[in-house]
């Protein structure tokens, strides 16, 4: 199985849990991975036979800077699941959503959460 990988996608959002995370926002990270057969596209080299990394990122966008969500979960779900609506060609799905500024006191790098899906 091949793969597409989007990585660092940057967002401004306002999911969380607490309220002032839904009036002040934060940035957000997503990294898509996409596992597909990409051989029919490496040998034809047309866009109609593979997966348009832009059409990826717009839906990607669609999600992260819509309706608010309460977990990181609920989000990756939810890209999870608009991509395999999209593109019937991708056999598996894994969206990790990144929230460097996530509210814990205390020194972290990040938190982050990965939601892998199979056909």
């Known amino acids: 199985m091949d793969t597409i990988i989007l990585k660092g996608m940057a967002f401004y959002a306002y999911h969380g849990v ?7 926002g934060q940035r957000f990270y997503v990294d898509v991975m996409l596992k597909l057969d990409l051989s ?10 593979s997966v348009n990394y832009r ?7 669609e999600i992260m800077e819509g309706k608010p969500c ?4 609920h989000v990756a779900y939810k890209i999870n699941e ?13 969206t990790t959503v990144h ?4 509210p814990i006191p205390g020194t972290l790098e990040d938190v982050c959460v990965a939601l892998h ?3």
């Open 70 to 73: 309460c977990l990181l979960e």
């Open 40 to 49: 029919t596209p490496g040998r034809t080299d047309n866009i109609q036979d």
């Open 82 to 94: 608009a991509l395999f609506q999209a593109y019937s060609m991708v056999q598996e799905v894994t």
């Open 117 to 119: 899906k199979e056909r």
């Open 18 to 24: 607490a309220e002032e995370e839904h009036h002040l």
């Open 99 to 102: 929230k460097p500024g996530a």
């Open 55 to 61: 059409d990826v990122f717009h839906v990607v966008k």
